[in-house]
């Protein structure tokens, strides 16, 4: 509650309890909906939406983060849950005492992981891979929901085709008074909704929709008897504050749960509960100005769920949907989350007879309205627009989880996220390098074709860290580039028009194809540019070092550009860079070309006449090389080529 010591009570006060009070009576109807999504009685949501808010308000970092139930938790815990436990219902006790237990777990796992700082491991999770799985998830939520509005005992499942053939099995069960009544709300919610979206004026429609509706469908229940009259209800909710539930932390016996069966909805709940809680509260912290510590949310998001669990709730995040509310309607610092579980806290005390009445199509009317603004179809035609690969996997991760579950989709979009970083890692950009006409910029070749070659020399830069994931291949494209520059070489001698480019699917030289190349028209310099390696390892240094002694062989010279203060201390501390030469080893990529091309041009008085040919172009590429330095004393130029997209 750091937040506090600089509280302004004369200006945000106000804000947050009109913040607090509007979040509150959003909250009431959602979390009976999700607890319902969950496989648990109704009053488990608000005691979800109680305790845990209290936690995250005095340990969290975010001002205007709105923790509690969640869609997207919520359908996770019962697929998992429901695989454990054979029957649900019958077995109501320990489906409550394993969602506690999860909840206390999830609470740990924060707690430990937020200790040791390890908030970064959200960032494997790619944009693409979250997005997919967040679509397909929302398509089964709002499937699982059919059921309360067709007014028949739909069979469970997490895999969409089961779920279609569950509601085909029990059409002839079809109740169209629960279906009118569900679909109204439905309408309803999402015309709130759309008017609050669309007039700022009236915004706060949008917030008061689910209370609206529930309170309209709880006075049409009670005013015209519904509940006799073929439309079902939540019934009986006990009142009063959650009991203490410590004594539900007690593992079961192993008949009923084997050891290690919680760890992976333990798992897969944390992921994706902090992953949906950071997004929106970091897009928050840059909005208000503040920052967030990834570490911190952890810890808050930790003691949350575990003080929760104390109290008879399963687990919570952040939620979308509230989170914003919150932010529209003023809130400005965690007072908002303290008013909004006070209210909580007087429904549980006073107001939960009145909810008995309520219409159980109006809570999956609620999860339904809510899981549809998790629906992004327009993202995946974004990205087959932007970004073929990124579609390939936003398309993977979104009918994974549709068909195959949510653990599984997850797990898919883990394994693909972990795949795309070990490829990027493992294949980095490794560019040929010219220079730009009239200047001492190095760009290259295939974005700016009219980049200048310079026989004799091929220059490329290296664009990742050189460890020993990458070390193969980063060997593998210089070899094809001193291969293809030879060729261009040939041509060049042979009066050709175009030199060759290199292409990334050209075959690999042989050591003798490029001995034998080299024979007619030699390569003489690899220059690399190292700038953007900010990390070499032994095995990167092992890579350079047999570089640079099959370069000897061939009486080629291997020299480096730029490389930074700890690649250059590893260097120094191999004895690499001895060996290389303190001579071939240049600040900048344009020193490195001037005294290759100075060299080079040394050596034209004792070569043959088709060699003679070439050293005439080196001549001529020094002396332009000089004559653009020269004109360009006069003009204004950025060294460092800023502004040159590369």
């Known amino acids: 509650m750091a937040w506090l010591q600089t509280y302004d009570f004369r200006n945000s006060l106000f804000a947050d309890v009109v913040a607090g009070l509007t979040v509150g009576i959003m909250v009431v109807p959602q979390s009976m909906s999700y607890a319902k999504l969950a496989g648990l009685p109704v009053e488990y949501g608000l005691y979800s939406a109680f305790m845990p808010v209290f936690a995250y308000a005095a340990f969290g970092s975010s001002r205007q983060l709105a923790v ?67 679509n397909g998830a929302a398509v089964i939520i709002g499937m699982s929901q059919v059921k309360y509005i067709l007014g028949a005992p739909v069979e469970r499942s997490d895999v969409l085709h089961e779920v279609v053939e569950n509601i085909i099995h029990v059409m002839d069960k079809f109740n169209w008074k629960c279906f009118v009544f569900g679909s109204s709300c439905i309408f309803l919610l999402l015309l709130m909704k759309h008017i609050g979206k669309t007039y700022p004026r009236y915004s706060f429609i949008r917030a008061v929709g689910p209370l609206a509706v529930t309170a309209l469908s709880i006075i049409l229940t009670v005013a015209f008897k519904l509940d006799e009259k073929g439309i079902d209800v939540v019934g009986e909710i006990p009142s009063g504050l959650p009991k203490i539930s410590f004594s539900q932390w007690n593992p079961l016996g192993a008949s009923m749960v084997k050891a290690g069966d919680l760890i992976s909805p333990v798992l897969s709940i944390s992921i994706i509960g902090f992953m949906e809680s950071i997004a929106i509260a970091k897009q928050l912290a840059v909005k208000h100005q503040y920052e967030l510590d990834s ?81 992004d179809l327009e993202e995946g035609r974004f990205l087959f627009k932007v970004h073929k690969l990124d579609f390939v996997v936003w398309l993977v991760s979104f009918i994974g ?174 004895g690499l860079a001895s060996k290389i030469g303190v001579d071939y080893i240049y600040c900048n990529t344009h020193d490195a070309v001037k005294s290759c091309l100075s060299k080079m041009e040394q050596r034209t008085s004792s070569i043959s006449d088709q060699e003679e040919k070439a050293g005439l172009d080196i001549e001529r590429s020094l002396s332009s090389l000089k004559h653009n330095e020269s004109a360009m004393e006069g003009s204004v130029l950025v060294a460092n080529g800023d502004g040159l997209i590369d």
């Open 295 to 375: 570490s911190q949310e952890l810890l808050g998001l930790g003691m949350a769920n575990l003080i929760g669990a104390m109290f008879s709730s399963y687990p919570v995040t952040g939620s979308f949907s509230r989170t914003a509310v919150n932010n529209d309607t003023g809130a400005k610092s965690g007072i908002s989350a303290l008013v909004t579980a006070v209210l909580v806290g007087a429904v549980l005390l006073f107001l939960t007879p009145v909810f008995s009445k309520m219409p159980t199509a109006t809570l999956g009317s609620i999860v339904i309205s809510g899981v549809l603004g998790l629906i």
């Open 401 to 574: 989880t549709m068909f195959l579950g949510v653990e599984v989709g997850l797990g898919i979009a883990v394994g693909l996220s972990l795949l795309l970083v070990l490829y990027e890692s493992a294949y980095p950009h490794l560019p040929v390098l010219g220079r730009l006409p009239g200047t001492n910029v190095y760009r290259n070749i295939k974005q700016y074709p009219n980049a200048i070659l310079y026989p004799g020399i091929v220059i490329c830069r290296i664009d990742a860290p050189i460890y020993f994931a990458n070390t193969q291949n980063i060997r593998e494209k210089i070899d094809k580039y001193e291969l293809a520059a030879a060729r261009n070489a040939i041509n060049m001698v042979a009066n050709e028009d175009t030199p060759e480019r290199v292409e990334d699917n050209e075959n690999d030289a042989s050591f003798e194809m490029l001995t034998s190349l080299t024979n007619i028209h030699e390569i003489r310099y690899i220059v690399v540019d190292m700038s953007p390696v900010s990390h070499i390892d032994t095995a990167g240094i092992h890579l350079l070092e047999e570089m640079w002694k099959e370069y000897n062989k061939r009486n080629i010279q291997l020299c480096l550009c730029n490389p930074e203060i700890f690649v250059m201390e590893k260097l120094w501390a191999s």
């Open 68 to 134: 509690g139930p969640v869609a997207l938790v919520s359908l996770m815990l019962s697929t998992s849950l429901g695989h454990i436990v054979p029957d649900p219902e019958e077995n109501k006790e320990v489906y409550v005492q394993l969602a506690i237990q999860v909840s206390m777990m999830v609470g740990i796992t924060y707690i430990i992981l937020g200790a040791l700082r390890l908030g970064f491991i959200t960032i494997f999770l790619s944009h693409a891979v979250i997005s997919g799985f967040t």
